[in-house]
């Protein structure tokens, strides 16, 4: 037995939830009504003892300002299939970080995966990581 880990992320804009775009027309539009703007990434994590049936939760929030970027980049990036798997339709370490102008909050959320967060809610269950120097 073990702890059992999950995780799911949105991205929030104007009260709209993001998940991943159906499709490319999805896709760009999204990216449109991201561009230069702010919006929230929000990751949720569960753990669960497999063998006590113990379980806890967290959350983590993180602020994310959109790069100006032009119709040419959507249309380019679209293309490259790259926003089909994700929330919002993007991910920050795509082209370089040139989507992004900057993060509010925990940088790894925005990739997908809370790492400090999880870290805290795994420790709470006894899972401790090496540190190395």
Do not use: C
């Amino acid at each position: 037995m073990g702890v059992v880990l999950a995780a799911d992320t949105v991205v929030v804009v104007d009260g709209l939830v993001l998940g991943k775009p159906s499709g490319p027309e999805e896709a760009r539009a999204m990216l449109v009504r991201l561009r230069g703007r702010q919006h929230e990434v929000i990751t949720g994590v569960a753990a669960i003892d497999a063998a006590t049936g113990r379980s806890a939760s967290t959350t983590a929030v993180s602020r994310v300002l959109m790069a100006a970027y032009p119709d040419a980049t959507i249309d380019a990036y679209v293309a490259s299939g790259s926003p089909f798997d994700k929330a919002g339709g993007y991910a920050i370490q795509d082209l370089n970080g040139a989507l992004v102008d900057g993060v509010v909050g925990s940088y790894t959320n925005v990739i997908g995966l809370p790492v400090e967060a999880t870290r805290r809610l795994l420790e709470d269950f006894g899972v401790v990581s090496e540190r190395r120097a």
